[in-house]
Structures are given as C-alpha cells and as structure tokens.
C-alpha cells in the first residue's frame, strides 16, 4: 500500500458505525415483534435462533475476514445486513421473521471481529497501535449514541409499523455498504509469495486454536466478559416489552431506552480513565452492576426499572471496553478477527441457553 491516511481511515469506520447503527426499527425490535402479537417466550427463541446461527457461522466468519480480507468482509456484512431488513419487511409469521433475524445475526457474525480487526491493524500499520484504547472507546461510544437516539423513534416506530420502519433502515444501510467500498485494505504481516486459500485458513484455525489452548487467561477474559454481557443484554431487550407493561407511556418508551443506551456510552469513556486497573476489580463492579439491573425489572415500578437498566449498561460498556483492549494485546494480528469472533461465539453459546430461560422468567 503506497498511500495510507490512518486519520481518514478510522474516521470512515467510525461513519460506518455512526450510519450503519441508526436504525430506528432494529433499536426497538423487541418492542416491534410484541406490537405484531408475538409473546416474549416467542421473542426469547427468535433470540435464541439468532444465537444459533451466531453458535454456527461465528467462527467461520472470523476466518474468512482473516483470510479473504477485512474490508471486503465488512462490506459482505453491510450486504447481508441489508437482505435481513427486507426478508423482515415480508416476514408473516413466527418462522419467515426468525429467517429475517438469522441473516441479521449473519450480518453481526461477519462483522464481529471484522471491524476491530481493520481498526487495530491500520493503527499499528501507521506505527499508532497505542491509540487502540482510544479508538475502541469512541466508537463504543459512538455506537451506543447513535443506537440510543435511534431509540427516541420507537414511538414513531410503532406508529409507521414494522414494514415502514424497516424500509427507512434499508435505505440507511446502502449508505453505510458505500462507505465500506471507500476503505482500505492493510496487510500488518507482508508474505514474501502467495499462499493458497485452502493453506491459509488451515493456518490460521490451527494457530488460532493453539492461542487459546496455551492462553488459559484470555479464555477465561471471553467467558466471563461473555456472560455479564449476555445478562446485560437481555434484561436492556426485555425491558422494551416490560416497561409499557408496568404502566410506562408508549410515548415515553423512546426517550427510557435512550438514558439507558446514555448509560453505555458513559461506561465506555469512563473506562478510559481507568487504563491500568485490574481487570478483576473491573469484573466484580461491573458484575454487581449487572445483576442489579436485572433485580429491579421485578419492581414492576417503570422509572426504577430504567434506574436498574442505566447501571447495567453503563456496567456492561464499562467492562466490554477493557475486554477488547486487552484481548487486541493479546492476540496475534494474522489470527485477530479468527479469536475476537471466538470470544462473540462463547456469547453466542451462552445466549442460546439463557434468551428462552430469562423470556420465561421475565415474562
């Protein structure tokens, strides 16, 4: 690559994920599926159905950013992403809309990994891998913004309906696949001559699994970090259906679920200030956090339960920030999108035994 602006660089990535998250039915789409006449058991296994698909092309999809290139799987994701949205648009029933919700866990799978793997390797391609902790809080930040003001329009949402609402989030999505093809490609580690396809993902599996055989504290890191994210994650899903529920105004629902997504951003730059604490300390408040939140959905008293769901939020960015500055560290660049969609697949497997379960109890 002769010419490389890292600044221009990064900045599309951050405008891929501050245009291709505003998506103002994918924010509210539990509280969209509840509108249709699906119940929350219902929702929890289309949940646990786009776990499924995350448990069996998770893996893969890191291997095929890895090995076919990063930007052209990024733009796959855009693609893909889009589909989901109008397979959504035509869903009629319980199964044609859990087909609509695998191809966006595709989406999400070919993403995962893909995007942070792009980020750290152009960063350490300009000799500016320190600004890595840096990026990866911004764009949190970014993403949790966008994704909450997204939420305001739940209300409008529900009034337009599904159809309209994932129409608006297509067109959205074209503009986000443009900004992909306008990326670069970087190679950190340069190959003297060509290797074939077929020897490339050999290796990279094979390396990938020895990293995590020999690394016993970066298993440990995914696990853990996966499930506080999956309870996390959950009780801020439920909490769409539960809140209107509990008496809250559907004309309010849009502005609760915004202080909440305010509540992740602020965990994901209020980990900045805390670079070299330990990563245990982290996990215990951010735990406590956590569970807290999921406590108080069974108030039944609204303006408590969005109490709960800003902590656990802001508990939930605050320790997945860490989590991935820690593991970029860690992980060899040729192997990186491979091992960050390991650690997605360990969150995948855990939210497909716990959607259906929290749905019933929840529910």
Not at 34 to 40: P, T, V
Not at 72 to 81: C, D, G, H, I, P
Not at 167 to 177: E, K, R
Not at 327 to 355: D, W
Request: charged share 15%.
């Amino acid at each position: 690559m002769q010419k490389f602006n890292i600044k221009n660089q990064i900045t599309k990535l951050y405008m891929v994920t501050a245009i291709g998250y505003f998506q103002i039915a994918g924010a509210s789409w539990v509280a969209l599926l509840a509108l249709r006449g699906f119940s929350l058991f219902e929702i929890g296994l289309m949940e646990s159905i786009f776990h499924v698909v995350s448990f069996i092309f998770e893996i893969p999809s890191g291997v095929v950013a890895d090995v076919f290139g990063r930007k052209k799987t990024l733009a796959l994701s855009r693609f893909v992403s889009l589909m989901s949205k109008i397979f959504m648009i035509v869903s009629t029933n319980f199964w044609t809309t859990a087909f609509a919700i695998g191809f966006s866990a595709l989406s999400y799978n070919l993403e995962s990994g893909t995007r942070e793997a792009l980020a750290y390797d152009s960063l350490k391609f300009a000799g500016k891998e320190e600004d890595y902790n840096k990026y990866a809080s911004t764009e949190m930040v970014i993403y949790r913004i966008v994704n909450s003001t997204a939420t305001l329009c739940a209300g409008l949402a529900l009034i337009l309906g599904y159809k309209i609402a994932y129409a608006i989030d297509a067109v959205i999505g074209v503009v986000a696949l443009f900004i992909t093809f306008t990326l670069k490609e970087v190679c950190v580690d340069e190959k003297p001559e060509a290797t074939r396809v077929t020897i490339r993902i050999r290796k990279v599996v094979r390396e990938s699994a020895r990293f995590l055989v020999t690394n016993k504290r970066a298993r440990g890191i995914m696990i853990v970090n996966s499930f506080v994210g999956a309870v996390s994650t959950l009780v801020l899903f439920f909490l769409q259906a539960k809140l209107p529920m509990a008496g809250l105004n559907n004309g309010l629902l849009g502005p609760s679920l915004f202080i909440m997504g305010l509540g992740a951003a602020l965990g994901a730059r209020m980990v900045t200030h805390f670079p070299q604490s330990n990563y245990v300390k982290l996990l215990l408040i951010s735990g406590t956090g956590v569970l807290f939140a999921f406590a108080m959905t069974f108030t039944g008293m609204p303006y408590i339960m969005i109490a709960g769901g800003f902590v656990g939020a802001f508990a939930d960015d605050f320790l997945e920030v860490r989590t991935d500055v820690i593991l970029n560290e860690m992980i060899p660049s040729e192997q990186r999108a491979t091992l960050v969609s390991v650690s997605s697949f360990m969150f995948s497997v855990i939210m497909i035994v716990m959607s259906g379960f929290m749905g019933w109890i929840m529910g």
